[in-house]
């Protein structure tokens, strides 16, 4: 390949192919409760559809709140997040990914106590799951597998689900029920979000534009290469990308042209305008656009 060529591509500013997150369901409470409630279960043999009750729990932005004054599960029955419609249903593209929930609990009853913390099911199979740990008197994060392993069978001691059993489950869900309560005794429980398949990707939904003008930190920094970075657009406007000395004098112009919103990929090769190599030392890359700035420092080394 030609040096010029090379230089080039190496130059060129890229526009991020846009491969959006698009997780298939997401709760974070910011402007309402979302269609969540709370459901009693029996206890010790928490498994639907016996739900003996249900009702709203309490909602501030970016969280749910249930308060158990005198500990249900001492009158016979145990407290269940219970997802809403966009939760449910046929869920296969999630297989192989996640289900992240965040959730706090703060009891001053005697003791935890073992139960199903997270219960799938189809109306005709039910599939639980425990978590390896309890969650926390602050926010805490759990990922819960969306496969057949660590998953159960009806109960905790039943065995684990075939994948076939699995994907009848996941490609027709009618319920998805968050254990909220873990002490003997009164407690507090707060869910603060839930996002099935965070990884999961699409080619439709595009990305998010950022709140404001935003540049990575170059990679690798010092470097003896090439030099990528990431700047984000809230809207489209015309850019500005320029690489300037420790003395503040422009060395090279990366890009002068109206972008999109969105994520765009920087790189530059360590040349000025006139293609000579800089010589080491300490450089800076501006981003203009909309009327804002940003900086970011890199060092070039031999």
């Not at 449910?88 to 999630?94: S, V």
């Not at 309560?181 to 398949?197: K, N, R």
Request: hydrophobic share 45%; glycine share 8%; net charge neutral.
């Amino acid at each position: 390949m030609k040096p010029l060529r090379a230089s080039l591509l190496l130059l060129a500013l890229l526009s991020l192919a846009s491969t959006a997150r698009a997780q298939l369901a997401v709760s974070d409470f910011a402007s309402s409760g979302e269609g969540w409630l709370n459901v009693m279960l029996p206890y010790p043999s928490a498994l639907p559809p016996n739900v003996m009750s249900t009702y709203v729990p309490g909602w501030a932005p970016g969280s749910l709140t249930l308060q158990d004054p005198d500990g249900s599960n001492a009158t016979g029955n145990v407290q269940y997040w219970q997802a809403p419609a966009k939760f449910l249903g046929n869920k296969l593209a999630a297989y192989g990914d996640s289900l992240v929930v965040e959730l706090s609990n703060v009891g001053i009853g005697l003791a935890p106590f073992t139960q199903d913390d997270v219960i799938l099911t189809n109306g005709s199979l039910v599939l639980t799951y425990q978590l390896v740990e309890l969650p926390g008197t602050t926010r805490t994060r759990f990922a819960v597998p969306i496969s057949e392993q660590g998953w159960h069978r009806g109960t905790l001691a039943g065995p684990e689900p075939t994948s076939a059993e699995f994907h009848s489950v996941l490609g027709a869900l009618t319920q998805l029920l968050v254990r909220a309560e873990y002490q003997l005794g009164p407690d507090t429980q707060v869910l603060y979000s839930v996002v099935m398949a965070p990884h999961h990707t699409t080619d439709v939904a595009p990305a998010t534009p950022p709140r404001g003008l935003a540049l990575s930190a170059p990679r690798p920094n010092p470097s003896a290469g090439a030099t990528q970075l990431e700047c984000s657009l809230p809207a489209a406007a015309e850019t500005d990308v320029a690489v300037f000395d420790a003395a503040g004098r422009r060395v090279r112009t990366l890009a002068h042209a109206r972008f999109g919103a969105g994520v765009h990929a920087i790189a530059w090769d360590g040349r000025d305008a006139a293609g000579r190599a800089v010589t080491p030392g300490l450089y800076w890359v501006r981003v203009d656009a909309g009327g804002q700035s940003v900086t970011r420092r890199l060092v070039r080394i031999e």
